[in-house]
């Protein structure tokens, strides 16, 4: 798996086949997809297209993830959906096939997880995976007696402003890579046309420690924020954009030669706000998974109190 790939998330659809086309020329080879993202055909565009044009000499040269909603899915129907995507995305298998929440709703996580195992067993998808998983539930998954194929990767929040110190540590242990989600901050959250939300702080790029990172090496502050993070081992980022050049910008960040030195990793490391963006909070209340926050997230979720936040109807913060 490429240590940086193209997060399609927030891609309006009539931008994704140029944004990805973009992406593919100048280099990516993994694409982050969903079909709750509302933009897969549009990817499989792009990918038919560079294959015709030949900036793709084959599919085997692309890294495709997609993921299964499973609230609202039952394991009987992952092969159904997986096939969907597949059409939808122009390939004749997955990558990486992900759950994209711990939402027991349908069915217990073990029992999902032998329908994701079905997937490799069929040739729907090469490896398997999880986002949005704590330490302790995949935990729980993977040392259960029905994990017969380990999870390859756990797909997580992961930048500056939430480092996930405790769970990177854990998934080095038990062999599963971090890929990384919003590494940047995801400005385009609290934009006037994105999700509406308030930030408390400075964006992770106008830290005060990542513009001095970026006067010290030549990179921009966005190259900085990647390098770092991949530089932490075992991580994969995938920032989302459709702008030709900032995606060349972000993938020179972990191509390119430039270092960063200690004294500038170690400070980008220690920003002392820590605070989730994609919160997760509509899994959580009454008919929902988890009663609260910190039972989703299975942490001190001390961080969001006073933050500006979507809070769906009796909601607790722990």
């Avoid at 027991?104 to 067993?121: G, K, N, S, T």
């Avoid at 030709?244 to 020179?252: F, G």
């Amino acid at each position: 798996m490429p240590a940086l790939g193209l997060g399609t998330w927030k891609i309006a659809a009539g931008d994704t086949t140029a944004a990805v086309l973009s992406a593919l020329r100048c280099g990516y080879r993994l694409l982050d997809c969903a079909p709750v993202y509302g933009n897969q055909p549009q990817v499989g565009a792009a990918i038919q297209q560079a294959l015709d044009e030949g900036t793709l000499r084959s599919r085997d040269e692309l890294f495709v993830t997609s993921k299964l909603m499973t609230q609202t899915l039952e394991p009987t129907d992952f092969e159904a959906a997986v096939r969907t995507s597949l059409a939808e995305l122009g390939v004749d298998y997955l990558d990486l096939a992900l759950l994209q929440w711990p939402a027991p709703q349908r069915a217990p996580i073990a029992e999902q997880w032998c329908a994701m195992e079905a997937l490799v067993d069929a040739g729907l998808a090469r490896h398997i995976g999880v986002s949005n998983f704590s330490a302790k539930k995949l935990g729980e998954l993977m040392d259960g007696s029905d994990c017969r194929i380990p999870p390859a990767v756990n797909q997580v929040e992961c930048g500056a402003h939430f480092r996930q110190e405790r769970l990177l540590r854990w998934c080095v242990t038990r062999g599963v890579v971090v890929q990384a989600y919003g590494p940047l901050g995801s400005g385009d959250q609290f934009s006037s046309d994105g999700m509406g939300r308030e930030r408390s702080g400075a964006e992770p790029v106008d830290h005060p420690a990542v513009i001095n990172a970026a006067k010290a090496t030549g990179m921009t502050r966005h190259q900085v924020l990647l390098r770092w993070n991949v530089g932490r081992g075992n991580v994969c980022v995938i920032p989302k954009s459709a702008n030709p050049e900032r995606q060349l910008e972000n993938l020179r960040a972990v191509t390119g030669d430039t270092a960063l030195p200690p004294e500038h990793a170690d400070a980008i490391g220690s920003f002392e706000e820590q605070y989730r963006l994609q919160h997760g909070s509509f899994h959580t209340g009454p008919g929902k998974p988890y009663r609260t926050l910190a039972d989703l997230w299975d942490e001190d979720v001390g961080y969001m109190k006073g933050r500006e936040f979507e809070r769906p109807e009796g909601f607790a913060l722990r």
